[in-house]
Nanobody
Framework: QVQVVESGGGLVQPGGSLRLSCAAS????????MGWYRQAPGKERELVAR???????TYADSVKGQFTISRDNAKNTVFLQMNSLKPEDTAAYYC???????????????WGQGTQVTVSS
């Protein structure tokens, strides 16, 4: 079994910072990419950032220069440092890990349960 668990969401004032963490655990053979999506009420889920196993990053245009994704391969963990937060960053943030589990022949995406980020004064 594989689990993906996020932490670090919460309520923050505009201009503040938050750091999200996400750890994948269980019978994992290898992880290719990990990343974050977000979904605001009434909107579609969108990619925020992702990072490959060799450190290549991709960001949504809306968060470039504001958010930073990083990864600890030894701990199967990915982080999202969010600075200068704005009300429009309010959303449920979902972590994913694209990985191959024990006994699997191919890679699949595993998702966390989501963590709420609310930016409000």
């Amino acid at each position: 079994q594989v689990q993906v668990v996020e932490s670090g969401g919460g309520l923050v004032q505009p201009g503040g910072s938050l750091r999200l963490s996400c750890a994948a655990s269980g019978s994992i053979v290898s992880i290719s990419s990990m990343g974050w999506y977000r979904q605001a009420p009434g909107k579609e889920r969108e990619l925020v950032a992702r990072i490959t196993d060799d450190g290549i990053t991709t960001y949504a245009d809306s968060v470039k220069g504001q958010f930073t994704i990083s990864r600890d391969n030894a701990k199967n963990t990915v982080f999202l440092q969010m600075n200068s937060l704005k009300p429009e960053d309010t959303a449920a943030y979902y972590c994913y890990a694209r990985l191959r589990g024990a006994g699997a022949r191919s890679y699949s995406n595993y998702w966390g349960q989501g963590t709420q980020v609310t930016v409000s004064s």
